[in-house]
């Protein structure tokens, strides 16, 4: 009955527009002063929460991020994949997916994905007669590579929660990453083969490639360089953000000559806002979270899947579903928080590997990302593209699909997952 009733007050709260921290936060507070624990758990919580080296590296890769934004990058890596593959059926949508792909490599942000290739893709895509729907769809879900393709910010944060290793959550975005980036293609070039609406691309001359690729070239160099890193353990995910935000600053301030003091300091000012709300989320779940455990709740739950989903494709299907109704109300980091700590207890009893379960874990909730009311994406690419809501909702349902598909496939063939971090 105290599991119950927590969980209503959490939910009925932040349905009522609460903002996530003082939810999680005020209401572990709360818990703890009934049940008579004592006050100075939650400052401890709080140091606890936030005191730990891999979470420095959440407003570094922001930083890097938002420095790659506001100096254009986004503009001249589509410019360099348009000149590539836009004379292909479809070849604008691939330049934009891949685009998406290759920016999501080195801004571990969802948001910040949509919002640089969305500026640059939707004039030119609809200059060419795309169909407004479809190119709203394809940039919002485009943009969610930005949470899985490494590095990642809410990988980061699972990784934190659950003390697994970031950098093998990382390499294990890989493959569902390209995965889904293939999907997109494969759905983009269908389509264009079955509409006659938009126009051709004419092939690029090798001097236009050639031009392009080099102003882009330094970008993609970051994006391999942080991959590399990580892979070879070169640097740690910390120090892999750190070495991104120098390359990234001196890439757009020396080479590309595309960013001011003026962008700098925006790009300052923004990440510092994001950085301050995600880990105030944070620390508020640590509250939260040292309330339930004295409660007792990850237990009951722990002990309540283990006798009604006592298999690991029942367990898989229910947090599934769980999942993609949860994200029609909250935002993906949001849903992290409140619903890991609480499965996390039940995945080794079930033989579910805990690597495998983060990114099926940030799939789903990548679909929280472009599922309305609260879908972030979908919001950033309304604002881009002065499109009203309703638009970009309904161009974005294949993409949920294709989504959906490869949380399949990542069920059915597990080394999708897992043979780059284990085996390669």
């Known amino acids: 009955m105290t599991t119950i009733l927590i969980l ?83 070849g604008l949508a691939v330049a934009t997916v891949l685009s998406c792909g290759l920016f999501a490599a080195i801004s571990g942000s969802s948001v910040a994905t949509a919002a640089t290739i969305a500026t640059v893709a939707i004039p030119e895509m609809e200059s060419r007669g795309y169909p407004r729907k479809f190119v709203l769809g394809l940039l919002a879900a485009g943009g969610t590579l930005g949470i899985l393709i490494p590095p990642s910010i809410p990988l980061i944060v699972f990784g934190f929660i659950t003390e697994e290793s970031v950098i093998k959550l990382f390499l294990a975005g890989i493959g569902p990453g390209l995965i889904l980036v293939g999907l997109f293609i494969l759905f983009s070039m269908a389509y264009a083969a079955y509409s006659s609406e938009y126009q051709k691309t004419e092939k690029a001359s090798w001097q236009t490639r050639a031009a392009a690729t080099k102003r882009a070239l330094p970008s993609m160099a970051l994006a391999a360089l942080i991959v590399w890193g990580i892979y070879w353990g070169v640097f740690t995910p910390t120090e892999a953000a750190a070495v991104g935000f120098a390359f990234s600053l001196f890439i757009t301030a020396f080479i590309l000559r595309s960013i001011d003091w003026a962008g700098f300091k925006a790009a300052v000012i923004d990440s510092m806002v994001t950085s301050v709300t995600i880990l105030l989320i944070v620390a508020g779940a640590k509250i939260f979270g040292k309330a339930i455990t004295l409660y007792r709740i990850p237990q009951d739950i722990s002990m309540f899947i283990a006798s009604n989903f006592n298999e690991a494709w029942l367990f898989i299907l229910a947090v599934s579903v769980l999942l993609v109704i949860m994200g029609f109300f909250l935002e993906a980091l949001s849903m992290m928080l409140i619903m890991v700590p609480v499965l996390a207890p039940s995945l080794l009893p079930l033989g579910i590997d805990p690597i495998w379960f983060g990114i099926f874990f940030v799939i789903l909730i990548e679909i929280a990302l472009i599922t309305p009311p609260v879908g972030l994406n979908l919001y950033v690419i309304q604002a881009v593209g002065k499109a009203q809501i309703g638009e970009v909702a309904a161009g974005v349902w294949p993409f949920l699909l294709l989504m959906l598909l490869t949380v399949l496939l990542c069920y059915l063939i597990p080394d999708l997952v897992l043979y780059i971090p284990f085996k390669l």
């Open 8 to 90: 209503v007050a959490l939910f009925s709260l932040l349905l009522a527009g609460v903002p996530v921290a003082f939810v999680l936060g005020g209401l572990g507070f709360i818990l703890l002063a009934i049940g008579g624990f004592s006050p100075l758990m939650v400052p401890q919580s709080l140091l606890g929460g936030l005191d730990n080296f891999i979470l420095l590296s959440v407003p570094l890769f922001l930083l890097m991020s938002n420095v790659l934004l506001k100096g254009g990058v986004g503009r001249d890596l589509f410019a360099a994949v348009q000149a590539w593959v836009g004379h292909w059926p479809g």
